[in-house]
């Protein structure tokens, strides 16, 4: 009577074992989730869940920095980009590790450039600096006989010679109005003025108005 006892325990753990080997056998891994898609692009860095909008730069929904970043997207999407970088800059000081802010605001800064270099080659807009021709390096005045002279030297600075130089002074009163104007010329009207080379220059101004306080002396006209 004991073997047969037996022989049904071995039987029913055996079964046993034969159910849970199946049951191991049965596995169909982990499930995955589908994870949130993302638009693409660095100007819109928002997804959807549901109703709500995210914004997707690590940015906590408490985070000071969140209304900054969205500021900056909507200038940068209008095309304000100096607005744009701004915001970021301020928003970068509050999450400075953030790559995502970095990345937005390294798009502004070369999207300002292109536009500026767009506007320069449309508008055709240049600036240069001011290069001098003369120079007045030593400037006088006496009266003799009822006649103003005003007398100085006038120096070439430009990398061209000049002649034909034609010089106007204009007589001021004490408020600065003009009260009269004359011309005059070198000492030697048909000097020719070589680059660095100075020369005199004299201009007579008869019976010259009584309140006269002080004067100005300009070039007029030159050839190359």
Known sequence: MQKPILSAIVLS??????????????????KVFASPT????????????????????????????????????????????????????????????????WQLYDDCVIGDYTTGKRDEVLKAVVTADIKPTFAITRIDSYIELGTLYVVGTLKNVSDKKKQKINL?????DRNNRELRSE?????????????????LFEIPIKNPPVNVKSYRVEVSSWED
């Open 13 to 30: 753990l055996l079964a046993c074992s034969s159910c849970l080997a199946q049951e191991y056998t049965i596995n169909n891994g982990r």
């Open 38 to 101: 993302f638009e693409e692009g660095p100007k819109t860095l928002f997804a959807t869940s549901g109703s709500e909008e995210m914004l997707i730069a690590n940015l906590a929904s408490t985070s000071p920095a969140l209304p900054l970043a969205k500021t900056g997207l909507e200038k940068m999407n209008n095309g304000n980009y100096k607005d744009a970088i701004e915001a970021f800059r301020t928003a970068l000081r509050l999450e400075p590790m953030n790559m995502a802010l």
């Open 168 to 172: 106007r002074t204009r007589l001021l």
């Open 183 to 199: 011309y005059g010329t070198l000492r030697d009207i048909y000097k020719v003025l070589y680059p660095n080379e100075s020369s």
